[in-house]
């Protein structure tokens, strides 16, 4: 039981650092302005179910993916780290990382692109979700989908009150909370290459 605890909160605080959903708060104003109170609900509720939709797809799917392309344990975690390093590194130099976030994106759709996809249900966020479930069975995998529902819901909220969030906590906090989950993130997926590496090399 103790187990199955650490591994959830392991999970947890992996989705929460990758999706920050405080975080995100101010790039969904961003994206919504002059969207009447209405819309914005329809576009929170939309991106958040999209982005849990196309998540839990690679989390049930992830083992056969794995299967199918004979892709190893060792070579994801290693692989997968790197972004998830990278994606951290950047939000501790308060940079907007070039793979959680896409400018470029067409705004024809915004809570399908760039919100679903790649803002909440980008590259590191799948790489989470796949490294948790990577040779888990389906408790864990269970676990790992209740969690991501909970934080798609957390987003949600976040997204929904996201002017009384910003008014009150402020931007400075905001700033400061985004470093805490850069660092967090860094920390993560230097931890995963470390792991990576100790499996291929039958290291203790």
Known sequence: MDNLFTYALTV????????NPIANTPIFLGLVEGESADSKKKIAKTSTLT?????VTFIIAGKYIFELF???IPAFKMTGGI????VGFEMLMSKKSKIHHNDNAPNDNLAISPLAIPILAGPG???TAMNSVAGADFIHIGIVVAIFALIIY???LAFSFSEQIVK??????IAVIGKLMGLILAIIGTGMVIEGIKLAFGLE
Do not use: C, E, R
């Not at 982005?51 to 998540?55: E, K």
């Not at 972004?83 to 990278?86: A, E, L, T």
């Not at 009150?168 to 906090?173: A, E, M, Q, R, T």
């Open 12 to 19: 947890f605080t992996s989705f929460f650092a990758i999706m």
């Open 168 to 173: 009150k906590v402020g931007d400075n906090l």
């Open 51 to 55: 982005a849990f939709i196309i998540v």
């Open 154 to 156: 957390l987003t949600y």
């Open 83 to 86: 972004p998830i390093f990278y």
């Open 70 to 72: 004979g892709i190893t």
């Open 125 to 127: 966020t799948i790489v």
